[in-house]
């Protein structure tokens, strides 16, 4: 039997797993918002396109020169050089998915849901990317509301929070620069968030934790995790004898 965790479950965040559990969120946030937002709003799944250059190993300039027994020729040498494996710069695709809930009425983009992806965390295109449409919302009309079920890469900024593994964010456009952060850790259950909508409507309450354990069922994902081994990322000694206890 998997372990039974209170809340998050870290083997969830393995990079090899991370995007189709990114992707099971998201559709299921707006299935279950769908079903008590409509008809005055609809949740709608976006993606964000980007090309991000990547160049994987380190490129070895040296060659290797062989003495060759072979007689010359107009087609050899005597020192024949032996060519070197290499790995050249490619462009990489990236896709990733959030929601806005738009004013059906209007069109207008009410709230805009992001849960963050490894690449909106460190340094590179996608991070850029993302800070950058954080920003503008910011700056906007428009609630932002940041799931961040990662324990690594950079927090996104902000004053006055407590560290902490995980965090719900949820910035209403009225109340900015205030805004009201959900902390919790690997131990902890996940807290439940409102989305907030139009003032005076009623604000759904959103039970990550369930959303996560229909994602993790109906991708079969306890058939591609190995439960006997600790997770990746990493986590302490302490945590990895906690998690044995609770299979």
Do not use: C
């Amino acid at each position: 039997m998997p372990p039974a965790f209170p809340g998050m479950n870290p083997y969830l965040e393995h990079p090899n797993l991370w995007a189709e559990v990114h992707f099971g969120l998201i559709s299921g946030l707006a299935r279950s918002l769908n079903l008590v937002i409509t008809p005055k709003y609809r949740a709608a799944v976006e993606k964000r396109v980007y090309e991000e250059t990547l160049l994987v190993g380190v490129p070895d300039v040296s060659v290797v020169q062989q003495e060759s027994d072979a007689p010359p020729s107009r087609f050899t040498t005597r020192s024949v050089i032996t060519p070197v494996a290499v790995n050249l710069p490619v462009a990489v695709e990236n896709r990733e998915h959030y929601l806005e809930i738009r004013d059906v009425g209007t069109g207008v983009v009410v709230t805009v849901v992001e849960v963050l992806s490894p690449k909106n965390k460190r340094s590179g295109e996608g991070q850029s990317r993302y800070d950058t449409k954080r920003q503008d919302i910011l700056n906007s009309a428009t609630h932002l509301v940041e799931i961040d079920l990662l324990r690594t890469g950079e927090p996104k900024p902000m004053a006055g929070g407590v560290p902490s593994d995980y965090r719900l964010l949820v910035s209403r456009a009225e109340q900015r620069p205030t805004a009201e952060l959900y902390p919790f850790n690997l131990r902890d259950p996940i807290p439940p968030f409102p989305i907030p909508l139009r003032s005076g409507d009623t604000e759904p309450i959103v039970d990550l934790k369930q959303l996560l354990d229909q994602v993790y069922e109906e991708a079969a994902l306890e058939l591609a995790i190995a439960y006997d081994q600790p997770p990746t990322p990493p986590v302490s000694s302490a945590v990895w004898e906690w998690i044995q206890q609770l299979g």
